[in-house]
């Protein structure tokens, strides 16, 4: 048989009496060409089917006293992780200063070294434990006329370096590197330090604010209130023996506010289409400067997103996402339910910086835009 004539047996469109029938190359084709095109019909149908669509619905959040958890990892190549303070204000008044818990702070060596992590067992380098551990029963440190700490081991003593810091932040004084400090002259704190301050730090974890207008901030020394006002002590940030100083150039890693999504759910709902906006636009981002006076400012619009699987109820769930179950979530589970659900946020951010100094802003091609004078350096994010 011809090659041209091979598709003439697929011909199998009905024909009039054998006599009278022709099986042609054309009709084979034709057969053929159907198959193929049912067959993707089918397929796409089946495939269909299967997706995972995710509809949008818009209400408004009626929620009260609820709480929410942020969740960042950012890195400080230039600044040693003993100057760093996280601290959390709302408008509701809560302020959370010095924050510690859920919080790690990890020390970096300096970039020349490739800024590897620095063993675990090195980042205590005054460790409370055994810096008071060879005290005598008896011994009271003095504070030096600051108020004892409310949360000192032993109730009216400031027996460690720490303690001291603690008494005369919560005085409103500023600290400085401990000279005649007997606890720091002791524990050996302005030596730690200089011994850090090449050091780049990476701060990690998770925070727990309440859902209301706030900010929270990274910025050097120790915080503390002066009337009303919230300043840091900035003597060791300022007075360092680094060339060009320390800086604030940072890279986030990643930010998100509320929980992720399961992987499971993320691998069903694939990485096209609807799902590409619930993707947290700070994350691998970085900003650069050379000036130890500079902050970098966010500006976060935060939305929140609950992802509830097919077949949800409402009423049999809402005990899962009860006030009193909510608060007592083990940080990084708050927001997730034992139904599948998921509470979380959304946002959107603008970002802001300037120099402390003040200025115009030709470095940004914006020589109309002037600067105030003044402010504390560091990362700070309003929400």
């Not at 005649?180 to 974890?205: F, K, P, S, T, W």
């Not at 003597?235 to 509320?258: A, C, I, K, M, Q």
């Not at 077949?311 to 179950?325: E, K, L, P, T």
């Not at 927001?335 to 115009?360: A, F, I, M, N, P």
Request: proline share 5%.
């Amino acid at each position: 048989m011809p090659a041209k004539s091979r598709f003439t047996r697929f011909d199998a469109f009905t024909k009039t009496v054998e006599d009278a029938r022709v099986r042609t190359t054309s009709g084979g084709i034709v057969t053929v060409t159907s198959l193929l095109i049912i067959l993707y019909l089918v397929f796409g149908e089946w495939a269909d089917y299967r997706r995972i669509e995710v509809h949008p619905e818009l209400i408004v959040d009626k929620s009260r006293g609820e709480r929410m958890e942020i969740h960042l990892n950012v890195s400080f190549p230039r600044i040693p992780c003993e100057l760093l303070t996280l601290d959390v204000m709302d408008v509701s008044g809560e302020q959370q200063m010095g924050i510690l818990h859920g919080v790690n702070k990890v020390r970096l060596a300096p970039v020349a070294e490739g800024g590897r992590v620095i063993d675990i067992k090195a980042l205590d380098l005054h460790s409370e434990d055994e810096i008071a551990s060879h005290l005598a029963p008896e011994y009271c440190g003095s504070c030096y006329s600051a108020p004892p700490p409310s949360n000192a081991r032993k109730p009216g003593c400031c027996n460690t370096c720490a303690e001291v810091r603690d008494a005369y932040a919560a005085a409103s004084w500023a600290f400085g590197r401990g000279e005649n400090v007997e606890q720091c002259e002791r524990e050996g704190y302005a030596e730690n330090l200089d011994a850090q301050r090449r050091e780049g730090c990476r701060i990690e974890g998770g925070i727990r604010v309440n859902k209301v207008v706030g900010n929270f901030h990274i910025a050097p020394g120790r915080s503390f209130s002066n009337g009303n006002m919230h300043v840091h002590d900035l003597n060791n940030y300022f007075e360092t023996p680094v060339d060009g100083g320390h800086t604030f150039t940072h890279r986030l890693h990643s930010l998100s506010f509320g929980p992720q999504l399961p992987e499971s759910a993320q691998k069903q709902l694939g990485s096209s289409g609807w799902t590409n906006h619930h993707l947290n636009p700070l994350d691998d981002t970085s900003q650069d400067t050379d000036e130890p006076a500079y902050n970098f400012m966010y500006f976060v619009k935060v939305v929140s997103t609950a992802y509830l699987p097919l077949g949800w109820d409402q009423n049999r769930a809402s005990s899962g996402f009860s006030s009193a179950a909510k608060e007592f979530a083990n940080l990084g589970e708050y927001g997730s339910g034992e139904d599948g659900s998921v509470e979380t946020h959304q946002y959107s951010v603008t970002s802001h910086k300037r120099s402390l100094d003040g200025g115009d802003d030709s470095g940004e091609g914006h020589k109309e835009r002037m600067h105030a004078r003044g402010g504390i350096p560091g990362v700070f994010f309003s929400y």
